[in-house]
C-alpha cells in the first residue's frame, strides 16, 4: 500500500478514499497547530454517534476558501489546534435523532452555520445570526463541547472543530441538519462544495442581497471566486454594464468570457476614472471584495446618486477603512454582505439549476488536488495561480 510522507505525518491510499464499511470514530485531518504554520495530516478520534439535529458526511470533496487561510494565519481569533474546512460535500453516513430532511445515502453540500432561534434567524436571515461568530468560528458547538480529539502521552488532546458547522478538510465532517443541503445526484459531487460559500456569497450578493435590476449598472471590485460568481449572477440578472476590477490580465481575461462587459486593470488604469466614464453618472451597485480599506473607499466614491456599495470581502480582524461622509448624503448606501444574505436549502439547488442550463459554469473556476497536497493548493490560491482549490478526499 502506497503511502505519502508530509510533515511528520502520513496518508495511505485507504485512509484517503474515506472508504470504510462502517464508521467506527476515526478520522484523518489536516490540522493548523500553529500560526501560519503548513496542515499536518493527524488521525482523529470522533465521536461515534451524531447528536440529536447532527448529520455525519462521508466527505468526498472540500473548497478552499480564503477564510481558510485567514484562520490559519490567525487574522481572526479561532483557537488552535483547529480543523478547517467549510465548503465541503459528500454522503451522508447517519443522521442524529430529529433529523428529517436527509438520511444515509443522501448526497449533500455543506453551508455555514446558524442557531435557527434567535431574531435573525427567525426572520430567514440566517446569515446574520445573533450567534454566527461563535457557530461558524467557535471551534466548538455553541454548548462548548467538541466532537474532535487525539489520544497522546498527556492523555487526551481536544481538537478544535465545528468550523462552519462542518470541518470539511477530513475524510469525515459532522455537520447539522441546519447546513447541510441535499443535492442532485446527476451532478458531480466532487464539484458542489463551492456552492456552499464563496459561490453563493457573489452570486447571492447579486440576486438576494441587491437584487440587481435588468440593465443597472454593477461594478465588482476583485475576480476570483466571489467576485466571478458575482459577474455571472449579474449576467442572469440582465445587467447591463458590468464592470470587472482587477490587477491580473488573467482573471479579467476570465471575466469577460463570463460576462463582464468592460474590464479595469487596477495597475494600469486609473479605476475611478474609468468607472465613471463607462457608467456616464456614477455606478448603481458596487461590489467590493478585495477587503482593501482603499477600495471600499473607492467603491462608495463612485457610486451614482442613491446607489449602493456592498462590502463583501473579509479583512484581517480590526481593519478600518475611511469614508468620505459627504459622499453618502447623495442617498447612496454602504452595506455588508454575509453569505449573499442565502438559505442554502433554497439558493444552492438553484444555482445547480442554473449551472446545468449553462447559466453558471463555475466549474471554469475550479482546479482538483489529491487531499495530501493541501498545502500545494493553499500556495497555489495564494499565488492567484488558481482561483478555485477543490480538495479530492474522498471516492463516491
Known amino acids: 500500500m502506497k503511502t505519502y510522507s508530509l510533515q511528520n505525518s502520513s496518508i495511505t491510499d485507504s485512509q484517503e478514499s474515506g472508504h470504510a464499511d462502517k464508521f467506527h470514530g476515526k478520522v484523518l485531518a489536516a490540522v493548523v497547530r500553529e ?12 465521536e461515534v454517534r451524531p447528536r440529536a439535529n447532527e448529520v455525519l458526511v462521508r466527505v468526498i470533496a472540500t473548497g478552499i476558501c480564503q477564510t481558510d487561510v485567514h484562520i490559519r494565519n ?11 474546512g467549510h465548503e465541503g460535500a459528500g454522503i451522508v453516513e447517519q443522521v442524529g435523532d430529529g433529523v428529517v430532511t436527509v438520511q444515509p445515502g443522501d448526497h449533500v453540500a455543506l453551508s455555514y452555520q446558524a442557531c435557527g432561534t434567535c431574531p435573525s434567524c427567525r426572520t430567514g436571515h440566517y446569515p446574520y ?25 498527556s492523555g487526551k488532546e481536544v481538537i478544535h472543530g465545528h468550523f462552519f458547522g462542518q470541518s470539511s478538510f477530513a475524510t469525515y465532517a459532522l ?22 460559500c464563496g459561490l453563493q456569497t457573489g452570486a447571492g450578493a447579486v440576486l438576494n ?21 458575482a459577474i455571472m449572477a449579474a449576467r442572469i440578472a440582465g445587467a447591463g454594464s458590468i464592470i470587472a476590477v482587477d490587477v491580473s490580465p488573467q482573471r479579467l481575461q476570465l471575466a469577460s468570457e463570463l460576462g463582464a462587459t468592460h474590464t479595469i486593470n487596477g495597475k494600469e488604469e486609473d479605476t ?92 471554469r473556476l475550479v482546479q482538483y488536488y489529491d487531499f495530501k497536497d493541501i498545502n500545494l493548493a493553499m500556495e497555489d490560491m495564494a499565488s492567484a495561480k488558481v482561483i478555485k482549490p477543490i ?6
Open 272 to 363: 475611478a476614472q474609468r468607472i465613471k466614464e463607462i457608467t456616464v453618472n456614477g455606478a448603481d451597485y458596487v461590489l467590493e471584495i478585495t477587503g482593501l480599506p482603499q477600495m471600499l473607499k473607492m467603491a462608495v466614491n463612485v457610486l451614482a446618486p442613491l446607489g449602493t456599495a456592498a462590502l463583501i470581502g473579509g479583512s484581517p480582524a480590526g481593519t478600518e477603512a475611511p469614508i468620505t461622509m459627504t459622499s453618502l448624503l447623495g442617498g447612496r448606501t454602504l452595506r455588508g454582505i454575509a453569505q449573499g444574505d442565502s438559505i442554502p436549502q433554497i439558493f444552492i439547488p438553484k444555482l445547480i439549476e442554473y449551472y446545468k442550463a449553462g447559466q453558471f459554469p463555475f466549474d
Open 175 to 196: 455537520a447539522t441538519e441546519q447546513n447541510v443541503v441535499k443535492v442532485p445526484k446527476d451532478v458531480p459531487l466532487e464539484l458542489l462544495g463551492p456552492l456552499g
Open 74 to 84: 490567525q487574522e481572526y481569533p479561532v483557537p488552535l489546534p483547529v480543523v478547517l
Open 35 to 46: 500560526k501560519r504554520a503548513p496542515f499536518l495530516f493527524e488521525e482523529l478520534d470522533m
Open 209 to 229: 442581497s441587491l437584487k440587481v435590476p435588468a440593465g443597472a449598472s454593477v461594478v465588482i471590485m476583485g475576480t476570483g471566486t466571489v467576485g466571478l460568481a
Open 129 to 153: 445570526c445573533y450567534y454566527g461568530y461563535e457557530a461558524n468560528f467557535g471551534g466548538a458547538r455553541l454548548d462548548g463541547t467538541n466532537a474532535l480529539s487525539k489520544e497522546n502521552s
Open 391 to 396: 480538495l479530492r478526499i474522498g471516492k463516491q
